[in-house]
């Protein structure tokens, strides 16, 4: 069994002294690759703050982060942008975009950066999935929030990270609008082999995901494999009580 | 909205501060030309009006029509017979002759003249001492080999009573011994810089006159009202001589010096309409930047009821502070500008002004009015555009983008069109002026439409190299036309002046070196000015014989012409005169020699004494044929009806009216001489010898025609400099313009700023993506002013042709710098915004939104 993502012991302190928050208490949490899961967890429960350490967005302060074969913990901020530009894709829940590139810039700047060829054919597939085709040539501000949100997730997947994060995709979105991106994202470990994984408040939303990871005061609160709608439901509802 | 708007001025007090400081530059200018105006004027008419003193009338010979009553042009003498006029009018107590006039020059111990700039090196005759003039040491001149100085000479030159010393006056040089310094009753050394000789009244006269019984001027002193005693003298004399009141006289003498501070000020004057004009465009930047980065929250405030008229209150109210601070700092600048500007003045002319900073009462209104008006008016535009916002835009989160530009690009095409035009219609000066500004409307309406595909063109061979940060910087340098084109409007505008002045000086000094290298026509020139000899007579602004004109002994020319290797030599005696009411330089020669010597073609070959030869252009100018009559006044008053015999070829070395005879100027010497070699014949042995010839006149020097071009290139060069400085502050302001632009821009994308880090850019290549922006931004201003500038440039020297700019020469190397120098200015304007972008935190920009 390989994993996409391991933690051990991740723990993240805001704050110094009397004042500090332990916003992550010793998390060890393993992530398949190939596989879509989602972290829930009611507000402050630090699900938020767990993806931005996973994702090298934020420094950790005890613990271990594995991101494929690379560790995380000790890195500075070079190392993180590296690992970031390398290994991860993100889709956040808005602004998304560079309102003065085109869509298609958008969806390569990430190799552009990296300074890495595009690949033509898995472009093409990544385009044809999120039905973007005659789009292309448009920058931001002509396309709908839901075709723009299509747009990141493309960006996201091209570079073949090792995890594509998305945070609150469907935020900002109508239901439709975020049905197609929920539908994509679920497809993506099947059709591209990618690792997605989402942070979310919605039960609807992670009722896509092949498994769901719960989070409550920085612990981890319990998982569920293949959830419903009704399962998610439940489950938050059990943590919101306690 | 009074703590409203002052609280947003507090949140945003840096940006302003940058929007302030051109408009501090403006008021700095303003103010500085307005003290320094007040200060040098009165400074200096303190300081001539106490050569006036004691004088209640004065009377001098009449100067011909088209001279100035002034120091810059020698008055007609006055005789003894006019004295003793004077001495019977009734009312006059006591009536003398004195002699003062410019143009002794003490050689100092070094060997070489003694040379001021600005101040006059009088030759006087000694009238013992007085009210005014107290001996320091030593005694008055007794002999004729005596004479006295002024404590003044005696500083520059090392000199004390005892020693000899070398004069050189419109006699050739002569040895004398100095018998005592005198100095002004107040302690000072000279009235204002100026050096003097004084003579016994016989040698006095005759020296700098040219003849004994001869005064420059007639001092009258009486009890009855100066006014009326004018009047009455004037009546006694008749037609033919000046009387003026001491005040009166002692006003013109300052003239001169007027005329230098007024262009001192004009130029000031020039710099802060300038600074003002890009100030205008850098707070209409600024202010609508930050109401656009507003525009939340005026829409809640007019949400909760704020009306439209309240927004613009507190948008202009902004402005008024902004503007306020700005002109108090720039008036206590432009009080220093005044004092350096003073510094400078008393340095370049060796005297202390008894005043110190005067600054005018209606200085400071005048100042804070100025900076007031000028923000306020800028930020109009910016706040009726703010108080348009809708209210229910508080409820829209999101960022305006950028308007169309068609109508701009019209009216742009339209005024450039027009610009071209005027600038090739050949309409002359007032075209030219009209198609420069309208070139400059024109082209900054059309830079919006402009940078969408120049930016590119410009990054297009770099881009690649840089990679990712190269087309980020790129795209948004050209994402909002309309910002581009108010940010580089005021670089384009700086650096399209430079360029312009850059082009006409390049030029200058082509045409001069042509004209000198390919018809000068004498292979060795004898001169007294370093910069060749007279000429620019042809304008009637002939070079005043300020300080005397230096001359030599016309021996010196036979004895040239006896050397070997030498094929022909001539002499010209040069004077300031007036031909038909201008002035203008006068030349006498032996014509036919003269002309032979130089090459020049002349329809005739021989000029009587009652005839002119004129140059082909004055000719032409002045509407004159071959047979006409002209009247020619020299600078003694001296004033003849001549024939105009016929036209030669204006060149370089010649070019006015030739007489045949010298009668009547001031020095009757040759003030310039001019050597034909035979081919092949070794210039610089003979260039030795006659040198040699002349070895004991520290004034004249032979000069070969590569010399001359260096010299000519020295004067434009220091031209040159001055612009150069007053432009570069110009083009500076629009590099601060570029800076504020690229700091309103890094706020506004805070969180782009965060999505590009997030998905990979490092903090380097933040900094170079912002650097990138910055340096397309200046390169494209600096190329479009490079442009337009040359356009100008070419334009203007297209309409002075007939002027002496015959030869166009772009200084490409020049211009190559100007781009190069606007890629170093856009790092240096990035540096700031390009920091603070590359330590925008991710997380917050980013994740919480």
């Known amino acids: 069994m390989t994993y996409a993502l391991k933690t051990d012991e991740l723990t993240k302190i805001y704050g110094t002294g009397e004042a500090s928050v332990t916003a992550l208490d010793k998390i060890t949490l393993e992530i398949r690759e190939e596989r879509f899961t989602a972290i829930m967890g009611p507000s402050g429960s630090g699900k938020s703050t767990l993806m931005h350490c996973l994702a090298g967005l934020d420094g950790i302060d005890g613990g271990e982060v594995w991101l494929g074969d690379t560790a995380l913990s000790g890195l500075n901020d070079r190392g993180l942008t590296t690992v970031r530009r390398e290994q991860v894709g993100f889709i956040f829940q808005q602004f998304n975009l560079l309102p003065m590139l085109t869509a298609l810039e958008n969806i390569t700047l990430p190799l552009t950066i990296a300074g890495r060829e595009v690949d033509r054919e898995f472009l093409a597939d990544v385009v044809a999935a999120v039905g973007l085709g005659d789009r292309l040539d448009h920058r931001p501000s002509e396309l709908s929030g839901g075709q723009q949100q299509r747009v990141a997730c493309a960006r996201a997947l091209l570079p073949r990270p090792q995890v594509v994060f998305a945070d609150e995709p469907t935020g900002n979105l109508d239901s439709r609008s975020g049905l ?9 470990p099947g059709r591209f082999g990618q690792t997605v994984v989402m942070v979310t408040h919605d039960p609807q939303a992670a009722a896509f995901a092949d498994r769901v990871v719960f989070l409550a005061d920085g612990r981890l609160a319990g998982e569920l494999h293949a959830p419903t709608v009704d399962g998610v439901h439940a489950a938050m509802r059990e943590l919101e009580a306690a | 909205m009074w703590r409203v708007a002052m609280r947003g001025l507090l949140r945003r007090k840096l940006r302003l501060a940058l929007s302030g400081i051109s408009v501090l530059l403006g008021v700095m200018a303003v103010s500085g030309s307005m003290i320094a105006a007040a200060t040098l004027g009165e400074g200096f008419t303190r300081t001539f009006g106490a050569a006036f003193a004691g004088v209640d009338v004065m009377v001098t010979g009449k100067p011909a029509p088209g001279q100035q009553a002034g120091p810059r042009d020698p008055l007609p003498p006055v005789t003894q017979s006019t004295v003793d006029k004077v001495s019977a009018v009734d009312g006059v107590d006591r009536a003398f002759g004195v002699v003062t006039v410019d143009g002794a020059r003490p050689v100092g111990k070094d060997g070489k003249v003694i040379v001021l700039q600005g101040p006059p090196r009088y030759g006087v005759d000694w009238r013992g001492e ?36 070398d004069v050189i006056t419109s006699q050739p040089r002569r040895t004398f011994r100095i018998s005592g310094i005198y100095g002004y009753r107040d302690g000072r050394a000279s009235l204002g810089g100026e050096t003097q000789v004084a003579f016994t009244p016989p040698v006095a006269q005759q020296l700098m006159l040219g003849g004994t019984g001869r005064y420059s001027s007639i001092t009258v002193k009486s009890t009855v009202d100066p006014a009326v005693l004018k009047d009455r003298v004037a009546g006694a004399l008749g037609n033919g001589f000046l009387v003026r009141t001491g005040k009166e006289a002692s006003a013109a003498a300052t003239a001169a010096l007027t005329e230098i501070i007024d262009l001192v000020g004009t130029i000031l004057l020039g710099f ?26 005026l829409a809640l405030l007019r949400a909760i009821g704020a009306s439209r008229s309240q927004l613009i209150g507190m948008v202009q109210l902004e402005a008024a502070v902004v503007g306020l601070a700005a002109s108090v700092v720039g008036f206590g600048l432009g009080i220093g500008v005044a004092a350096l500007l003073k510094a400078v003045m008393q340095s370049r002319s060796g005297s202390q002004l008894p005043v110190g900073i005067l600054i005018p009462e209606y200085a400071l209104p005048a100042a804070l009015v100025v900076g007031v008006l000028v923000t306020c008016a800028a930020a109009l535009w910016p706040a009726l555009r703010a108080a348009a916002v809708p209210p229910v835009a508080a409820m829209r989160a999101s960022a305006v983008e950028a308007k169309g530009i068609g109508v701009l690009t019209a009216v742009g095409a339209v005024l450039s069109v027009a610009a071209v035009a005027s600038l090739s ?72 002046l430079v360029s312009g002045v850059s082009v006409v000086t390049a030029s200058l000094q082509a045409s001069a070196t042509a004209s000198l290298t390919t018809n000068l026509g004498s292979d060795l020139v004898i001169t007294g000015d370093s910069a060749g000899p007279p000429r620019g007579a042809g304008r009637g602004e002939g070079g005043p014989p300020k300080n005397g004109t230096p001359s030599f002994d016309e021996s010196v020319i036979a004895r040239t012409r006896a050397l070997p290797g030498v094929a022909g030599a001539a002499a010209v005696r040069t004077d300031q005169g007036v031909l038909a009411d201008t002035r203008q330089l006068l030349f006498a020669a032996d014509v036919p020699v003269l002309l032979s010597t130089l090459g020049i073609h002349s329809d005739v070959s021989t000029v009587d004494k009652d005839a002119v030869l004129l140059d082909d252009e004055s000719l032409r100018e002045r509407g004159l044929r071959a047979g006409d009559t002209v009247t020619v006044t020299t600078s003694t008053g001296v004033a003849r009806q001549l024939r105009v015999a016929g036209t030669y070829a204006a060149s370089y070395l010649l070019r006015g009216p030739l007489l045949s005879t010298a009668d009547g100027f001031a020095v009757d010497r040759p003030s310039s001489g001019y050597i034909d070699l035979v081919p092949g014949a070794d210039a610089g042995r003979v260039k030795a010898e006659v040198s040699a010839m002349l070895r004991d006149n520290p004034e004249i020097t032979v000069a070969d025609s590569a010399q001359l071009v260096a010299a000519s290139d020295n004067q434009i060069a220091s031209l040159q400099t001055v612009l150069y400085v007053l432009l570069g502050l110009a083009v500076l302001i629009g ?12 706020v506004e994308r805070t969180r782009e700023l965060g999505l590009l880090r997030a998905i990979g850019l490092h903090r380097g290549e933040v900094l170079g993506m912002v650097s990138f922006e910055s340096v397309l931004l200046a ?23 007939g002027d002496g700019l015959g030869t166009l020469a772009l200084p490409w190397g020049t211009l190559a710098a100007f781009l190069a120098l606007a890629v170093l200015s856009g790092v240096v304007a990035a540096a700031l915004p390009a920091r603070r972008a590359a330590r925008t935190r991710v997380l917050s920009a980013v994740a919480y939104g």
Not at chain 2, 779 to 801: I, N, R, S
Request: aromatic share 4%; net charge positive.
């Open chain 2, 272 to 297: 802060s309409a300038l600074a003002l004009l890009v100030g205008v465009f850098l707070v209409v930047n600024t202010f609508t930047m930050l109401l656009a980065q507003r525009t939340g929250e």
């Open chain 2, 425 to 496: 219609a050949g309409l002359g000066y007032p075209g030219l002026l009209a198609g420069i500004v309208l070139l400059l409307l024109g082209v900054g309406l059309l830079t919006p439409l402009l940078s969408r595909w120049a930016v590119r063109a410009i990054s297009w061979p770099v881009r690649r190299l840089v990679g990712a940060p190269g087309l980020l910087g790129e795209r948004n340098a050209v994402r909002n036309p309309r910002r581009t084109a108010a940010t580089v409007a005021m670089l384009m505008i700086g650096v399209a």
């Open chain 1, 180 to 188: 197609d991106v929920l539908r994509f994202l679920a497809g993506s």
């Open chain 2, 779 to 801: 390169l494209f201003g600096a190329a479009l002013g490079v442009g337009v500038g040359v356009a100008a440039g070419v334009a203007t020297v297209h309409a002075a042709a």
């Open chain 2, 735 to 746: 590099v601060l313009g570029v800076a504020n632009t690229m700091a309103l821009s890094i």
């Open chain 2, 130 to 165: 007085s009210d005014q003039i107290q001996l320091r040491t030593g005694r008055g001149p007794s002999q004729e080999d005596e004479v006295a100085i002024n404590a003044g000479l005696a500083e520059i030159g090392g000199f004390a009573v005892g020693d000899p010393i």
